[in-house]
């Protein structure tokens, strides 16, 4: 089964509108963290997000949320009021970490490619 | 003032060759990682240090060795290339493995 799946290769958005992107993830590691990154067509990648599995909120960075559904394993990025700047790769990440710390594996899903429409 | 730094940023060679790729990060970070993205962007860890030991060592070649002379450098030696391994390689660090990582630009890596 895949680790990190993320489900839509492309998405337009308008301009000033908001826009989410979809992530799944699998595991049974009871601890485990989650990251967004953004890869524009200059090539870099820029970490936007993060949600640990135990943290009871869903994490907020400016624009970018994250709608963290524990139970149905999601952790959908939410841009809000999309700039033309936005328009790049979305990659969603999985971190697991046994006990201990000592083991940890990173898996990085395909990508949702948006696309932001002056 | 450059996070992480990787060198060179292109890298163009022909197939059979040795070569290698430095990481450098200011951040004051544990740990490191490199991984290597394919033509369709997928994105796969190689491998990971925390205090320059290695704790993520995926099933990758064994022509691919990587070196943390320290806990801020973690270099990326390719014996005997093959045109497989063109691909954006890129190294990344952070405070601790369960913590965000912050990239360096990649380095581009070319097989003639």
């Known amino acids: 089964a895949q680790k990190i799946t993320q489900t839509q290769p492309g998405m337009f958005v308008q301009e000033k509108e908001a826009v989410t992107l979809d992530c799944t993830y699998d595991?049974?590691?009871?601890?485990?963290?989650l990251f967004w990154y953004k890869q524009p067509s200059s090539g870099e990648m820029i970490f936007l997000i993060y949600?640990?599995?135990?943290?009871?909120q869903n994490a907020t960075e400016g624009r970018y949320s994250l709608n963290f559904q524990k139970a149905r394993k999601s952790a959908n990025l939410v841009i809000s009021a999309s700039q033309l700047g936005d328009s790049a790769m979305y990659f969603c990440a999985m971190r697991e970490v046994s006990q201990g710390g000592g083991y940890q594996k990173v898996t990085f899903g395909i990508g949702t490619k948006l696309q932001v429409i002056p | 003032d450059t996070a992480v730094s990787q060198t060179p940023k292109y890298l163009v060679t022909q197939m059979g060759n040795d070569k290698s790729i430095k990481c450098e990060q200011n951040l004051g970070h544990d740990t490191m990682y490199w991984y290597k993205q394919d033509s369709k962007k997928f994105l796969k860890i190689m491998f990971s240090y925390n205090n320059k030991e290695l704790i993520i060592n995926e099933t990758v070649p064994n022509r691919f060795s990587p070196k943390s002379p320290d806990k801020a450098h973690l270099n990326l030696h390719i014996n005997s290339l093959e045109l497989g391994d063109s691909a954006v390689y890129f190294c990344?660090?952070?405070?601790?493995?369960?913590?965000?990582?912050?990239f360096g630009d990649g380095t581009r890596l070319s097989i003639l």
């Open positions: 595991t049974s590691d009871p601890s485990y963290g």
């Open positions: 990344a660090s952070s405070h601790a493995p369960n913590q965000p990582q912050h």
């Open positions: 949600q640990g599995s135990y943290d009871q």
